[in-house]
């Protein structure tokens, strides 16, 4: 009778899938019962920020953690980065300051916790702030030839700036750069307020406001110049038995400006008397020099004088 059976293709195939069914579900089964364990990463780590209002996150040393979970082998094998959440809470927060904060993390149905790596950050937290300064104009280039820069001027004197109060102190002052290279008449610009350290870079993280200003440069053509010699002029007469030896002018030449007709009449510019009266010992003094009407010196406007006083005879 069984010989019949086994006989029989029909049978024997239907036999073959029950043994196959049977053996599937045994493999399903134990499979199932198989827990694996499994790293995933990188999961980035967001955070809720301090719950202050002026308070502001300047820096936090991860920005993504390792999870590290078990469960079926079935089921961890198929997560992945996006299957995690991780992150920091700061909202309880209520001062600036440096902090350690623990990574929480939240894995996917089905998983277990087991380990985060880091399981800690540091988060630097800074206080907000605001200030006003002094809008500084700085010229940039220099007029053409035969020309010169007689003013800067802005009617925006100041200006905010705001941000974490760690970089408002970095800040020596605000400003704008007027470009006025190869200029030959006044003008008008807008211009970027620039807040810049003791080593004139800029500071970032700071807003300005207003970012801009409108700065008006006063350019005119230059007067006429001319270099003539210094002559110190002395008043009075050294002490009975002395007398002046020689007299040094540093420096001895100086550029003055004026009308054409003005310097045309000059060849020398004197200083104001340095009076020796009665002096035995040499005298050293800066002395003003004596512009005539219509003259003014370029750079220079005094000069050192050396007055040597000697014995007589």
Known sequence: MMDRLLENNTILKILSVVVALFLWFQVTSTNSHVVGDRSIGPVPVEYNPPSKADLTVMSMNYKSVSVQVKGPIATVAKINPQSFSAFVDMKNITASGTYSLPVRVSVPAGTSFVNVVPNHVTVVIDQMGARHMNVTLKAVGTPAPGYELTQLATN????????????????????????????????????????????????????????????????????????????AKISGYPAHGYAVSTIAVHPASVVITGSKSALSQISVIYTVPISVSNDSASVSSAVPLAFPTGVSGVTTQDVNVHVTITRAG
């Open 156 to 231: 925006t004197q100041t200006a905010v700036v705001s941000g974490p109060m760690s970089d408002l102190d970095k800040i020596k002052e605000l400003v704008a750069d007027m470009p006025v290279g190869g200029r030959t008449s006044s003008f008008q610009e807008q211009v970027i307020l620039m807040p810049l350290n003791s080593e004139d870079r800029l500071v970032s993280n700071v807003q300005v406001s207003p970012t801009m200003v409108t700065a008006q440069a006063s350019i005119k053509k230059r007067p006429p110049e001319k270099t003539v010699g210094v002559v």
